[in-house]
């Protein structure tokens, strides 16, 4: 994982359902092309699909899907 980042509001809410069920497992990841890149790592070892994975950029936060999400995980070398 990257240095301590200080996680946006809008990054929280964006992650409000799965904070929900799995409680606080929001991470940065890093920055790349001037967006800021988090995930939620669910901490159980269950096949959910694809990562959750956002971007912030000039305050907004914007989805990153399928294996897109997958490419920005490996890129931050995550292990997910």
């Known amino acids: 994982m ?4 200080n996680i946006p509001q809008k ?6 359902e799965l904070t ?14 001037n967006k800021h890149y988090f995930w939620f790592n ?3 070892e269950i096949d ?3 990562p959750q994975v956002v971007y912030w950029e ?4 914007t989805n ?3 294996f897109e999400a997958v490419e920005i995980l490996d ?3 995550s292990k997910y």
């Open 20 to 33: 929900e069920m799995y409680g606080d497992c929001i991470e940065y990841l890093g920055e790349k092309n």
């Open 75 to 77: 890129f931050f070398d």
């Open 11 to 16: 990054v929280v809410n964006a992650f409000s």
């Open 58 to 61: 000039h305050g907004k936060v």
């Open 42 to 44: 669910i901490p159980l």
């Open 48 to 50: 959910y699909g694809f």
């Open 2 to 5: 990257a240095e301590n980042y």
């Open 64 to 66: 990153v899907d399928g």
